[in-house]
């Protein structure tokens, strides 16, 4: 027998005794609610903490946003924040987060909240220098926030969306 054919054989014996490994379990991300809430809530200030340290003349500050964002939130960072960029566009003052409130904890690890984000700081001017803040701008909006797992970030969540709702806790926090 040459040493190629004992080699293959002894493979072939070997691979013909292992047994099938079952498929490992998905385990949910979190243990708790709680634990959720309170990784969504993290998740959420560290994405407001790398907006406010945006400056829409330098891109490169845009990709801390990124990073705590995906899907159609990232999508929409990228337009908003190119567009500003290119008109020439400046941001001062800061975004505060008012409350968060846990609202729903997804099977597959998703979760939902709702933040109360106060913007009342924050000045928006084009290239000339005129505020592009509406006249009427509430100085706090009610924002539903979705966030999906990810392995990519130290709370283990990324923001996925977050739109405007009307809700009657923001005006309450």
Not at 50 to 76: C, H, I, K, M, Q
């Given at each position: 027998?040459?040493p190629?054919?004992g080699?293959?054989?002894?493979?072939?014996?070997?691979t013909?005794?292992?047994?099938?490994?079952?498929?490992?379990?998905p385990?949910?991300?979190?243990?708790?609610?709680e634990?959720?809430?309170?990784?969504a809530?993290?998740?959420y200030?560290?994405?407001?903490?790398?907006?406010?340290?945006?400056?829409?003349?330098d891109p490169?500050t845009?990709?801390?946003v990124?990073?705590?964002?995906?899907?159609?939130a990232?999508?929409?960072?990228?337009?908003?924040?190119?567009?500003?960029h290119?008109?020439?566009?400046a941001?001062?003052?800061?975004?505060?987060?008012?409350?968060?409130?846990?609202?729903?904890?997804g099977e597959?690890g998703?979760v939902?909240?709702?933040v109360?984000?106060?913007?009342s700081?924050?000045?928006?001017?084009?290239a000339?220098?005129t505020?592009?803040?509406a006249?009427?701008?509430?100085?706090v909006?009610?924002?539903?926030?979705?966030?999906?797992?990810?392995?990519?970030?130290?709370?283990?969540?990324?923001?996925?969306?977050?739109?405007?709702v009307?809700?009657?806790?923001?005006?309450?926090?």
């Amino acid at each position: 027998m040459t040493p190629a054919l004992g080699a293959a054989l002894l493979l072939l014996a070997l691979t013909g005794c292992t047994v099938p490994q079952p498929e490992p379990t998905p385990t949910a991300p979190f243990t708790s609610e709680e634990e959720a809430f309170a990784a969504a809530e993290e998740t959420y200030r560290a994405y407001v903490d790398a907006l406010n340290e945006v400056d829409l003349s330098d891109p490169e500050t845009f990709e801390e946003v990124y990073a705590w964002t995906t899907g159609e939130a990232n999508a929409s960072e990228r337009k908003s924040l190119s567009e500003m960029h290119a008109d020439g566009w400046a941001v001062s003052g800061e975004t505060r987060t008012r409350a968060i409130f846990g609202e729903e904890l997804g099977e597959d690890g998703g979760v939902r909240i709702l933040v109360c984000s106060d913007v009342s700081a924050v000045v928006v001017t084009d290239a000339a220098g005129t505020s592009m803040v509406a006249a009427d701008r509430p100085d706090v909006y009610p924002l539903r926030v979705e966030l999906l797992p990810s392995a990519q970030t130290s709370t283990g969540l990324v923001i996925s969306a977050s739109n405007a709702v009307e809700e009657d806790r923001c005006t309450t926090s």
